[in-house]
């Protein structure tokens, strides 16, 4: 299976990735642990990407289809993978398009905006292996740190409101066309994001029969 999760920011689809993903076992390639992982690290590609991320914007193409295509040859891809936040514009679209990928599904995950910027004030995201919670709909079991491996829960430095804002505008302006560029080809499923998490599974699981 190749897929890709597409929604605004914060629609969860990290969060169904890691499900879907252990489900399935494919992994899942979210450009965006790929570009923090990048700034954690100092590396050139993280020092240009900050800027971008830190203001709500989009990573320049050149840069996210230089990683993205370098990922997808290593040999944990060969049976398949999820796509998380990638492509993003129409240039990433056709870049993978243009390397031959053929997706089984383009799945949709929809949430309106106001629900966003009220959900991403409540995330919380291990600094050490990158699990994401919700002090509502999914709080950690010991406060402050992460069940997986102990690590401290932080807010992520772009889900401030207003950066959360400046978000959902490039979404709707630059990623949103992208639903009618995976319609045409067949492949769009939409999928109702604002349901509880296990419902949420439950329908991306019924649009991948
Ligand atoms: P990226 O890391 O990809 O962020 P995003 O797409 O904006 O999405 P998020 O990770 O914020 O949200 P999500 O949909 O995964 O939701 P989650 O599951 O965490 O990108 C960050 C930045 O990197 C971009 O702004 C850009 O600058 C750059 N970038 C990355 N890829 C790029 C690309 N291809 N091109 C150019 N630039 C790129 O859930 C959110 C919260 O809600 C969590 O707390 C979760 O627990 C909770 N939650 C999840 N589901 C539910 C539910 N059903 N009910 C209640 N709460 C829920």
């Known amino acids: 299976m190749k897929l890709i999760f597409l929604g605004p920011p914060g629609a969860g689809k990290g969060t169904q990735a890691a499900i879907i993903s252990k489900k399935l076992n494919i992994p899942t390639i979210s450009t965006g642990e790929m570009l923090r992982a990048a700034i954690k690290a100092g590396t050139p590609i993280g020092l240009k990407a900050k800027t971008f991320m830190d203001a709500g914007k989009l990573v320049p193409d050149e840069v996210i289809i230089g990683i993205i295509g370098q990922r997808l040859e290593e040999s944990d891809c060969k049976d398949g993978f999820i796509l998380d936040g990638v492509p993003r514009t129409i240039a990433q679209a056709e870049a993978l398009e243009n390397s031959g990928i053929d997706f089984d599904r383009v799945i949709s995950l929809e949430v309106g905006d106001e629900a966003i910027v009220k959900r991403?004030?409540?995330?919380?995201?291990?600094?050490?292996?990158?699990a994401t919670y919700h002090m509502e709909s999914k709080p950690p079991k010991a406060e402050?740190?992460?069940?997986?491996?102990?690590?401290?829960?932080?807010?992520?430095?772009?889900?401030?409101?207003?950066?959360?804002?400046?978000?959902?505008?490039?979404?709707?302006?630059?990623?949103?066309?992208?639903?009618e560029f995976y319609a045409k080809r067949g492949r769009l499923r939409e999928v109702?994001?604002?349901?509880?998490?296990?419902?949420?599974?439950?329908?991306i699981e019924e649009a991948l029969v």
Not at 120 to 130: D, E, H, I, N, T
Not at 153 to 167: A, F, I
Request: net charge negative; with cysteine; hydrophobic share 25%.
């Open 144 to 179: 402050g740190l992460c069940d997986e491996c102990g690590g401290e829960l932080t807010v992520r430095s772009d889900d401030k409101p207003e950066t959360v804002r400046d978000r959902l505008k490039v979404y709707h302006s630059e990623t949103e066309p992208l639903k």
């Open 120 to 130: 991403m004030s409540g995330r919380r995201v291990c600094a050490k292996c990158g």
């Open 192 to 203: 109702h994001g604002d349901q509880d998490m296990a419902a949420a599974t439950k329908a």
